[in-house]
């Protein structure tokens, strides 16, 4: 029943940023909508902005669900992506609305682990610490936050798709050149 509800919130809240800027909406405005307590609002989340979090996490991991290898992590990117791109009212809402030190640690989160992924399946059998490891998967987190986080910021005019496939390009067979790289010439 807890899922209903918080998904009940999610969906109201994605509804109301379509008219209201998010400092706009009220905890009243969102469980009046819902027919809800705010008892039962408080009782999933400390504030509107963990339900923003939460209901970017949902998404981000409904994205990603599976995607994390090397042959994937580019349909894992897109799906990233494409994700922002549906809800385009409500990111760029809650884009002029956060803080973007909030912004970047979710971005950062979501693509570090889709990331790792794949940088732990390329290093397996080589001799690469869990420290090299973490590096070369934050090296191209940094990478793709920066490149969606400027997409964003510009109104996501550009298509994703070509976006995407820029970074494809520039990344085929990167990461396991960057691996090798710290096997070979590593002090």
């Known amino acids: 029943m807890s899922n209903i509800t918080k998904y009940a919130l999610e969906s109201s809240l994605k509804k109301m940023?379509?008219?209201?800027?998010?400092?706009?909406?009220?905890?009243?405005?969102?469980?009046?909508?819902c027919g809800?307590?705010?008892?039962?609002?408080?009782?999933h989340f400390k504030d509107i902005y963990d339900l923003v979090e939460w209901a970017c996490v949902e998404d981000a991991a409904k994205a990603l669900e599976g995607k994390k290898t090397y042959t994937t992590w580019q349909q894992g990117l897109l799906q990233i992506f494409e994700a922002v791109y549906?809800?385009?009212p409500f990111v760029?809402?809650?884009?002029?609305?956060?803080?973007?030190?909030?912004?970047e640690k979710f971005l950062f989160g979501l693509t570090s682990d889709l990331?790792?992924?794949?940088v732990e399946e390329q290093a397996q059998e080589k001799s690469v610490t869990?420290?090299?490891?973490?590096?070369?998967?934050?090296?191209?987190?940094?990478s793709f936050v920066g490149i969606m986080l400027?997409?964003?910021?510009?109104?996501?005019?550009?298509?994703?798709?070509?976006?995407?496939?820029?970074?494809?390009?520039i990344l085929h067979g990167t990461i396991a050149h960057?691996?090798?790289?710290?096997?070979?010439?590593?002090?």
């Not at 940023?17 to 909508?33: C, F, N, Q």
């Open 36 to 43: 809800i307590s705010r008892m039962a609002f408080y009782y």
């Open 178 to 187: 960057s691996i090798d790289n710290f096997t070979k010439y590593r002090k």
């Open 115 to 118: 990331i790792l992924g794949v």
């Open 150 to 169: 400027d997409w964003i910021q510009k109104g996501m005019k550009e298509d994703y798709r070509e976006t995407v496939d820029a970074v494809c390009i």
């Open 86 to 88: 549906e809800n385009r």
């Open 17 to 33: 940023m379509l008219t209201k800027p998010l400092d706009k909406i009220t905890i009243r405005d969102l469980t009046e909508d």
């Open 92 to 103: 760029l809402n809650a884009f002029r609305a956060l803080d973007r030190e909030k912004i």
């Open 130 to 142: 869990e420290e090299e490891k973490r590096f070369i998967a934050d090296f191209y987190k940094y």
